[in-house]
């Protein structure tokens, strides 16, 4: 199994709405990642986690909240988003290292009203 | 962090080799070249990667000169569905996971 998985596809909220967005993966991988792409734009790297600990934070706003409760799923709580946060959500995992071969799940189309 | 550049746009037409190059004049001793390949509305997917001189596999060579401040993504005998956005990433061996992309390449193969 070579796939990573995210729920749901498509996503729309409010701004006051707490919602989140899932990603699985079962390869044994030991680094999961989140990244959100505006359209057009290359891919922003937002959270790392490596061994179920956050390693990375890019200076995520509070409002997204990320979690990984074990080594196969990742999830990123959201709350209070604003419309600029409209997106692709991309969630990817990686064996362990640095220069690990990063595969990515289809992504969440977030919409925020 | 390297940063890189990419052309924005290039077209080719089908069974064509096409050649997309990467600039990364800061690179660091520790730093891969990786590249990706993303469809609309999917993730990016895995295509090659490199530390010198050259890779190749079964979809791509990747040619890295010895200075590494740049690199050259090759694919040969492009078709329709290579049409696509490639990303460049140059990445720090000891930086943990701290990848950065590009702002990519968006290749048009026309028949």
């Known amino acids: 199994d070579t796939e990573v998985t995210q729920t749901p596809k498509h996503l729309v909220m409010g701004m006051t709405n707490k919602k989140s967005l899932k990603c699985e993966q079962h390869?044994?991988?030991?680094?999961m990642y989140w990244y959100k792409q505006k359209a057009k734009k290359p891919p922003e790297l937002m959270f790392v986690?490596?061994?179920?600990?956050?390693?990375i934070n890019e200076s995520v706003p509070s409002r997204f909240s990320p979690e990984c409760p074990n080594s196969s799923l990742l999830n990123l709580h959201l709350h209070a988003l604003q419309p600029e946060d409209s997106a692709l959500y991309l969630c990817?995992?990686?064996?362990?290292?640095?220069?690990?071969?990063?595969?990515f799940g289809p992504g969440t189309r977030l919409t925020v009203l | 962090l390297a940063k890189t550049t990419q052309p924005i746009s290039m077209d080719s037409y089908e069974g064509q080799e096409v050649n997309i190059t990467c600039s990364h004049n800061?690179?660091?001793?520790?730093?891969?070249i990786t590249w990706y390949q993303q469809f609309p509305s999917q993730g990016p997917r895995f295509i090659i990667q490199?530390?010198?001189t050259k890779v190749t596999n079964e979809v791509a060579s990747l040619f890295i000169p010895a200075d590494r401040k740049s690199s050259t993504l090759s694919l040969p005998r492009v078709s329709l569905s290579d049409t696509a956005v490639y990303y460049c990433?140059?990445?720090?061996?000891?930086?943990?996971?701290?990848?950065?992309f590009g702002s990519g390449t968006k290749l048009n193969v026309k028949p």
């Open positions: 490199g530390y010198k």
């Open positions: 990817a995992s990686s064996p362990s290292g640095s220069t690990d071969t990063q595969y």
């Open positions: 800061n690179i660091a001793t520790n730093d891969y």
């Open positions: 390869m044994g991988h030991r680094a």
């Open positions: 986690y490596s061994y179920e600990k956050l390693s």
């Open positions: 990433l140059v990445g720090d061996l000891y930086n943990f996971n701290k990848f950065y």
